[in-house]
């Protein structure tokens, strides 16, 4: 793990030194954002440049390459007139899941609304709804530590779709598993949630918790 305060100051004089002016917008994203490191996280940076082809990309790599840790670095890396065509739909989050280290996010982003919001949520739970049931079916030759394993990472996507749904409801983005979980009231919200920010509490019963928890979201928005 790294220390950020540290750390920020070397990624960023790296990247800059890579890409000069090019570079319209960096920042944060994921779980050290979220004060939710594990020794095993990535490090989640959004990069925006001018535009982006596979060079750049090895460019990125070289300049992480520069800094401790930065074999983690990974995340968000777009040019500009692709983040300007982004689906609306996932704007919110992403907006709202971003601390800008350099540069202005909003001025790159396009317009969005209430609306999109309401659809990336959809979107968002239709999408787990539809992993559930697959994953559901296709580890089930598996050991049964395997199946927990798969349910983990579920758990972890079902953080990001009761997130989003959440904001449609309360109109309130709430950024950490730990703030959220204080914020609600369903005890299923509440136990899926739980077992997201401590994985080893995971157990089979909750693949149904979860299909059931998906259906009744996909009917209610």
């Not at 019963?205 to 209610?220: F, G, I, T």
């Amino acid at each position: 793990m790294i220390d950020l305060g540290e750390w920020k100051p070397l990624a960023m004089a790296a990247l800059r030194e890579a890409f000069g002016e090019r570079l319209l917008c960096m920042g944060l994203q994921g779980s050290y954002l979220r004060g939710e490191v594990r020794p095993d996280s990535d490090i989640d940076l959004l990069v925006v440049l001018d535009h982006v082809d596979l060079t750049d990309l090895d460019h990125f790599h070289e300049a992480m390459r520069t800094v401790p840790e930065g074999d983690k670095a990974v995340g968000f890396t777009c040019g500009r007139d692709e983040l300007a065509a982004w689906p609306a739909y996932e704007l919110a989050q992403f907006e709202h899941g971003t601390q800008v280290w350099h540069g202005n996010l909003c001025a790159l982003l396009p317009a969005y609304g209430p609306a999109d919001v309401r659809l990336g949520a959809r979107v968002s739970v239709a999408n787990l709804y539809h992993m559930t049931n697959h994953t559901y079916l296709t580890t089930r030759g598996l050991s049964a530590d395997a199946r927990l394993d798969a349910l983990r990472a579920m758990l972890k996507g079902f953080f990001f779709s009761l997130q989003i749904v959440h904001a449609v409801r309360a109109g309130v983005f709430v950024p950490t598993k730990c703030e959220l979980l204080a914020a609600l009231d369903d005890s299923s919200e509440r136990m899926l949630l739980a077992h997201s920010i401590d994985p080893s509490e995971a157990r089979e019963e909750d693949y149904s918790a979860l299909q059931q928890w998906c259906s009744a979201v996909m009917r209610s928005l």
